[in-house]
């Protein structure tokens, strides 16, 4: 059944939000433990379908019974009053099945929505937790599907929960209407049904591996979409295009064959589902048809016992439909599961010492020392020496010997570690939102500073560009600013922050002279008191810093101020300037 969201539901979401957005940590033991937890944080909804899901379908289930006790008692025997009263409760049975099928169906959507939305959440968690070790681990492609195809599965399985219910119980009822009218056409039917299921149960098996291979070669296939989009400009200097359109083409080829493969088997099961429980109608219709000619079951009980072997297909199908979803809900949940299994790469240390606001920052590492409250430049011979320098500062997606005020990072709870020392890389991520969005970073922020971060970081014109000012939209990833303008909206989102450390690599990489020469200043008088960190190596940023370590092969070689390395030291003055003067 396809369910989709509706705006009721999604108000109903937004209700249950501080239930779903903070759910406990899920098992990642086996797909049965994800399931039981799941079911436990919405157990109101499951029971509340299983309930109206019994009532639905049980309501269904006596129809015939009551068709064919009408017509024994009001046709057969001629009984005007018998057949008024047997068609008023065929009338209530009716409205049972409006009824009960509409609040059936109500709580399916709620249950589907629930550990559907549930399992964005625990993934997203997860993700922004694990830091890089996410992406060293898993390829983009099943952290993509598990946002858009695995979360429909796992919610898929709670919303058939109702109606696999109604499925069991009403099976017991006409079992039960079966046996006391008649034992040999009744245990036809009963017996016929589960012989039918352990048929189809044939099917499923492979069914399942085949969607499996599918799930994996469709995440591959993203993985490589998602690769080749991120470097299409490089792809495109270099010439590289049709080698990776090709590469493609033939994932895409391998996710339709494995597709194919499935189909086989879905079609096989969608069409046992209906070939199967019509034959075995055929057959009951036939033993119940000589039953009435040798005088063992009336007229009405026969048409009962039509009713019944046609009604027992559909709780037939419907528990092939639980264990189909089933299915697609193991491998669902193994790879979610699989995410949450991947530690972080940068775990959480017990809060044993207090957390300093100031002091030196100090790596073991290389040597460098960063003064508190002072403006520090780090120069070096190679660009990743002092990126990989700033990972170690900010303690992303590395183990770090850095020390804060004498404190090791390593010590620190990672959450303490990113609320005291910020690392704004030069490919700053711009999404979907208003500007003011941008630059608070989901904080509530005056727009008064703001402005003023926006100022600090010259980036007056994006803001004025914009009709609606803080309010205008920001598209994603920042499609209609330039590189420069990106850049600079991403350094006032820093400076807007405000962190007590702040670490900026190559803040001005992709702007004009002018405008570097002006930012190098207004970051000295907006940070002045605070420690910073710049990594660069242009001379109109460093001119402005307080101090200046030069890395050597990842070592820190010397360290002072920027007029004086320039002048006493050759290695940096090659650096610096660019083999231009030594003056």
Not at 255 to 274: C, M
Not at 448 to 472: K, M, N, P
Request: no cysteine; proline share 5%; glycine share 12%.
């Amino acid at each position: 059944m396809g369910v989709g969201p509706t705006i009721r539901h999604v108000a109903w979401l937004v209700a249950m939000r501080s239930s779903i957005l903070a759910p406990p940590a899920a098992p990642t033991t086996t797909p049965g433990a994800f399931l039981t937890w799941g079911a436990r944080l919405q157990w109101r909804t499951l029971v509340g379908g299983l309930v109206f899901g019994v009532i639905w379908m049980t309501a269904i289930a006596l129809v015939p019974w009551a068709i064919g006790r009408g017509l024994d008692a009001g046709v057969v025997h001629d009984d005007p009053g018998a057949l008024l009263r047997w068609a008023l409760i065929l009338t209530g049975l009716s409205v049972l099945v409006g009824g009960g099928g509409a609040a059936r169906h109500w709580f399916a959507v709620e249950n589907w929505l629930s550990g559907a939305f549930r399992t964005i959440v625990v993934a997203d968690e997860a993700i922004t937790t694990r830091g890089q070790e996410i992406g060293r681990q898993l390829p983009t492609g099943d952290v993509v599907s598990i946002a858009s195809n695995d979360m429909e599965k796992i919610g898929g399985v709670y919303d058939v929960t109702a109606r696999f219910s109604g499925a069991i119980v009403s099976y017991v009822v006409v079992a039960v209407l079966l046996l006391r009218q008649s034992v040999v056409t009744g245990l036809v039917v009963l017996i016929g049904s589960p012989v039918l299921l352990a048929l189809l149960s044939l099917i499923i098996k492979p069914l399942q591996a085949r969607q499996a291979a599918q799930r994996e070669e469709a995440g591959r296939l993203t993985t490589l979409g998602t690769d080749t989009v991120a470097g299409l400009r490089i792809l495109r200097g270099i010439g590289g295009e049709r080698e990776f359109v090709g590469r493609y083409a033939a994932q895409s080829q391998r996710v339709r064959r494995a597709g194919v493969r499935v189909a086989g088997y879905q079609a096989a099961l969608d069409a046992s589902q209906t070939l199967l429980p019509g034959l075995f109608v055929v057959l009951v219709v036939w033993i119940g048809a000589r039953s009435v000619i040798a005088g063992e079951l009336t007229p009405g009980e026969l048409v009962a016992f039509y009713g019944y072997a046609t009604f027992m297909s559909f709780p037939l199908r419907t528990v092939t439909e639980m264990v189909d979803k089933f299915i697609r809900f193991r491998v669902a949940a193994g790879k979610v599961q699989g995410l949450l299994r991947i530690e972080s790469d940068h775990p959480a240390r017990p809060a044993g010492a207090p957390v300093p606001v100031d002091g030196d920052v100090v790596d073991p590492e290389s040597g460098a020392r960063m003064p508190s409250g002072r403006l520090t430049g780090i120069v070096s011979t190679r660009p990743e020496e002092s990126a990989a320098l700033a990972a170690r500062l900010g303690r992303v997606g590395v183990e770090s010997a850095v020390t804060l005020g004498g404190i090791p990072l390593a010590d620190m709870p990672i959450d303490h570690v990113r609320a005291h020392v910020l690392v704004n890389d030069p490919d700053s991520r711009l999404f979907h939102g208003t500007v003011r969005e941008q630059l608070s970073a989901g904080r509530t922020v005056p727009d008064a500073h703001l402005v003023e971060a926006v100022d600090a970081a010259w980036a007056r014109d994006v803001l004025l560009a914009q009709a609606a000012g803080l309010d205008g939209i920001v598209e994603e990833k920042g499609r209609g600013f330039s590189g420069g303008q990106r850049q600079r909206l991403g350094l006032a989102r820093a400076l807007a922050i405000d962190p007590p450390v702040l670490v900026l690599i190559e803040p001005t990489s992709a702007v004009d002279a002018h405008t570097e020469a002006r930012i190098g200043a207004s970051l000295a008088q907006e940070r002045r008191g605070r420690t910073t960190v710049v990594a660069t190596v242009s001379p109109l940023l460093l001119t402005h810093t307080d101090h200046v370590v030069l890395l050597v092969d990842g070592v820190a070689v010397a360290e002072g101020r920027h007029a004086d390395l320039v002048r006493e030291h050759a290695a940096y003055r090659s650096i610096v300037l660019r083999g231009g003067d030594d003056e």
